[in-house]
């Protein structure tokens, strides 16, 4: 079941596209959930900047073999300075997350049957929503937070400070490719701030399942790929966690 919304919160002045899939025959009560940023290329090729993730195919194949997940996709703010401004860590990110957590979760949760406690939550976004992601999972300490390809050399000081600052023994999944530069020499400088940051999280006290995609770039191509993985990781964090270090 997919079910595209509008919804609105006390912290935006309009309605937003929010979909909720439950795979065919799963009980929701048993689904953990999965908030994802950018959700407008979740699900639709249509509606996806450049590519989707085809998420329901992927959870309903989980599904069939017994692992039970749910999907929160909600779309970002528009165009690109919107996108830019919600989220911004010292912008737009924090009423990003009071919208999610004290407006969207609970109200998708009593309609689906969906709990919402935290420990039953991870929160994913790639790019400038994988900054974003790392920020709402350390603030509302979800069971996972995935931070795909993190744009830091967009607001690299801004998270330094942020997990310099955080405390809690949060889990985290953390990736980037090597490629996420194309062919430029760019790239050893971005491996070189992903991988500080890994260092400062484990730093910190948080649990990072760390990985370095061979070839990987900064695509929706490549990010969909990821997916499996943090579902992974979301069900048995440890083992996952042994592998990727």
């Known amino acids: 079941m997919l079910e595209v919304l509008q919804m609105g919160t006390r912290a935006w002045s309009d309605p937003r596209t929010v979909r909720v899939y439950i795979p065919d025959h799963l009980n929701p009560r048993e689904a953990r959930v999965l908030v994802m940023l950018d959700g407008q290329n979740a699900f639709d090729q249509s509606t996806a900047f450049i590519e989707s993730w085809n998420a329901h195919q992927v959870l309903q194949g ?61 929160v994913m976004g790639a790019g400038l929503a994988g900054v974003c992601a790392l920020y709402l999972g350390l603030r ?13 050399w967009v607001w690299g000081a801004d998270v330094n400070a942020f997990v310099q600052a955080s405390q809690g023994n949060n889990r985290i999944y953390l990736d980037t490719g090597t490629h996420e530069a194309g062919a430029h020499a760019l790239n050893q400088e971005n491996l ?29 191509k490549h990010w969909r790929l990821r997916l499996p993985l943090v579902l992974d990781a979301f069900m048995n964090f440890d083992e ?6």
């Open 62 to 122: 989980r599904a069939l073999k017994g692992e039970a997940f749910a999907i929160v996709a909600i779309n970002n703010a528009g165009e690109a300075h919107a996108r830019l401004h919600e989220y911004n860590l010292k912008k737009g990110a924090p009423a990003l997350g009071e919208a999610i957590f004290s407006d969207i979760l609970p109200k998708v949760g009593r309609e689906y049957g969906l709990k919402m406690h935290g420990q039953n939550i991870a």
């Open 240 to 245: 996952v966690s042994r592998i990727w270090h």
């Open 192 to 220: 070189k701030k992903v991988r500080s940051l890994r260092e400062d999280l484990i730093r910190t006290g948080h649990q990072v399942a760390y990985q370095e995609v061979a070839g990987g770039t900064h695509s929706e």
């Open 140 to 152: 509302y300490s979800v069971a996972l937070t995935a931070c795909i390809s993190p744009s830091l």
